[in-house]
């Protein structure tokens, strides 16, 4: 399970379908090899396909190892290509994405669906890191938080009653497009997501909010400033070495 007591702001790579053995292996070295980097508060979500090669890589190491989806069937049995969340456990994955917006968009993901893949979750001690996000023409005809407000609606039941719960704030047009959402709008539709969610889980829950959305080492620490926001979730700069090494020195201040 993700647990920071250092006060650090969370840094969670996204790597989607991108690696290969030895690249893995040469950029898991080289953030390693840092101490600002290979820290509880930074963790990265890697292809299923490559789950096994980063827990042998990550033994004994402070980095966290994330997936990138989870099976919403629990139990062993006739799931053809499904990797479940006591399989995540027992390669020692602390945190899962659940519900990217590319989840959600190639591959229908429902909020039965999602809802499902964060109980499992929960009950093999990985952090479910629900994502959700307005698409472009919901921000360009201001309906932006209704959307979300439907997402956190979908998945609240499973939610209820958990200590902690993780949530990334991710516009879908600002992923992979170069465009960053302003700080304006990332602080806005950030207060409303914890207002949202104290009203839907009560003020005992710890609740951490994280921004996605074209996060480079340019921009990650004036978003990691903000105090309404409690990490960041990054797409292609956690593909390069130097761009995530940059991002996570915005955090660990
Ligand atoms: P980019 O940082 O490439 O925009 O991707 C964001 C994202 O989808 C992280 O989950």
């Known amino acids: 399970m993700l647990n920071v007591a250092t006060g650090a702001k969370w840094v969670l790579g996204n ?30 979500a890697v292809p299923s396909a490559y789950l096994g090669q980063m827990t ?13 989806c989870v099976s919403h069937f629990a139990d062993d049995g006739a799931y053809t ?30 909020d039965d669906s999602l809802s499902a893949q964060i109980r499992h979750a929960y009950a093999q001690g990985i952090m479910p890191v629900v994502c959700v996000g307005e698409g472009l023409s919901a921000r360009e005809t201001g309906v932006q938080d209704a959307v979300v407000a439907g997402q956190i609606a979908g998945v609240a039941a499973a939610l209820a009653g958990r200590d902690r719960v993780m949530l990334a704030y991710e516009p879908v047009w600002a992923i992979g497009t170069g465009l960053t959402a302003s700080l304006g709008q990332i602080v806005a539709m950030h207060e409303k997501i914890r207002a949202c969610l104290l009203e839907k889980l009560g003020s ?21 400033s903000l105090s309404e926001v409690d990490g960041v979730l990054v797409g292609g700069a ?16």
């Open 15 to 44: 790597w989607k379908m991108n690696g290969r053995l030895a690249s893995n292996q040469r950029l898991l070295e080289a953030l390693l090899a840092d101490p600002q980097v290979n820290a509880g508060h930074v963790g990265l």
């Open 56 to 68: 042998h890589l990550l033994a004994g190491q402070a980095l966290r190892l994330g997936a990138q």
């Open 81 to 110: 290509g499904e990797v479940s969340a006591a399989m995540l456990a027992d390669l020692g994955v602390a945190f899962t994405l659940v519900g990217h917006s590319e989840r959600r968009q190639y591959f229908a993901e429902s």
């Open 204 to 224: 005992s829950c710890t609740i951490s909010i994280l921004y996605g959305g074209s996060v480079k080492a340019d921009n990650a620490s004036d978003i990691l």
């Open 238 to 253: 956690s593909l390069d070495a130097g761009q995530f090494k940059n991002v996570c020195y915005g955090a660990a201040k």
